[in-house]
């Protein structure tokens, strides 16, 4: 391709990122609802910056890895989708590991685990629908599609195990709130995913797969109203 030809591509895809970027941007009223949507009732104006925080790490680099990631995968559908957001969300929480400037108002007396940030059952979910793809990817030998499901197991522990490790920031309510958040979303991304990177086949079999692995995602990234208390 031309030179010329390729700076107009790049000068066209930074501007579509850009205003994708503008759009997504979030603002005091994202942040509220975030939260008020995640168990936390009447944020203060703290837990609302908070929230607006968490959002702009992760919308930040949305716009760019979505025109990035398609000439990767060669793929402009649901994948891209999935793979934008787990890897957006990686960055932010590598980011959010960093310590924190600002005073936390309340101490948290013992350590998080991973139970306190996701329930059990959907860690079991998690661990079913990526060994159920992975072990019927292996009889069959699909190779290619393993590789991509393991990677995409590894990458939603990943994003979990960091949302436990982050530094704790600002009242202790809204800081669970967006970790949970975090954890359940990321896990509900893998599950999607296995399902259907498992079971590719146009079948009978691949669309129970499907509609199973979506039906999990729902549930496990549904916005709970009432934070249970940490164990």
């Known amino acids: 391709m031309p030179w010329d030809n390729v700076l107009a591509v790049g000068l066209l895809s930074g501007l579509i990122g850009l205003a994708i970027l503008i759009v997504l941007w979030p603002g005091e009223k994202h942040g509220k609802r975030l939260l008020v949507r995640w168990g936390v009732p009447d944020p203060d104006a703290g837990e609302v910056a908070l929230a607006v925080r968490y959002l702009k790490r992760r919308r930040l680099w949305y716009p760019w890895l979505y025109l990035a990631i398609p000439p990767v995968l060669d793929d402009t559908g649901p994948g891209t989708i999935i ?36 329930p059990i059952w959907a860690l079991v979910l998690s661990g079913l629908a990526s060994a159920g793809s992975i072990v019927h990817l292996a ?93």
Do not use: H, M
């Open 83 to 118: 793979t934008t957001l787990l890897v957006g969300g990686l960055i932010a929480e590598l980011l959010a590991q960093r310590p924190s400037r600002t005073p936390r108002r309340e101490a948290v007396l013992a350590a998080r685990t991973l139970t306190d940030i996701v």
């Open 139 to 231: 009889w069959t030998a699909q190779w290619t599609l393993l590789a991509a499901a393991a990677g995409t197991t590894v990458v939603c522990w990943v994003i979990t195990a960091l949302t436990v490790r982050r530094p704790a920031v600002g009242e202790q309510r809204a800081d669970l709130a967006l970790r949970r958040r975090s954890g359940r979303v990321a896990l509900g991304l893998g599950i999607a995913a296995c399902a259907a990177l498992g079971w590719p086949a146009g079948n009978l079999g691949s669309l129970l797969a499907v509609v199973a692995g979506l039906a999990a995602f729902l549930a496990v990234t549904a916005p709970v109203k009432r934070q249970p208390a940490p164990a």
